[in-house]
């Protein structure tokens, strides 16, 4: 059973940082964090590829956030610089099982993914 765990949600003032981990258990997988606030669709926000470490943003996140792994841990990261109130939501990680050629395809959408966290929640106050 693959568990993925998130942590380093929290509150923020509008321009500050904070980073988001998601540890995995068992194999190791293209991974991605997804984003739903209050009354919205769920969002996909970055991606990484596990095999080559590609990253994929979102254009509402460029410059400003930055995904990455650590192997050695199965552990993805998120870090988030510049928040704005409109990054509010509950942060959701996700473990993709499938190749890495549709996984190019894939990364932005939910049905690309297997195996998705709890959520983190991350409120940015104005």
């Known amino acids: 059973q693959v568990q993925l765990v998130e942590s380093g949600g929290g509150l923020v003032q509008a321009g500050g940082s904070l980073r988001l981990s998601c540890a995995a258990s068992g194999r190791t997988f293209s991974m991605g964090w997804f984003r739903q606030a209050p009354g919205k669709e769920r969002q996909s926000v970055a991606a990484?590829?596990?095999?080559?470490?590609?990253?994929y943003y979102t254009d509402s996140v460029k410059d400003r956030f930055t995904i990455s792994r650590d192997n050695a841990k199965n552990t993805m990261y998120l870090q988030m610089n510049s928040l704005k109130p409109e990054d509010t939501a509950v942060y959701v990680c996700?473990?993709?099982?499938?190749?890495?050629?549709?996984?190019?395809?894939?990364?932005?959408?939910?049905?690309?993914?297997?195996?998705w966290g709890q959520g983190t929640q991350v409120t940015v106050s104005s």
């Open positions: 990484i590829k596990w095999s080559s470490g590609t990253t």
């Open positions: 996700a473990a993709s099982s499938t190749t890495s050629s549709y996984f190019s395809i894939l990364w932005d959408k939910a049905n690309g993914y297997d195996y």
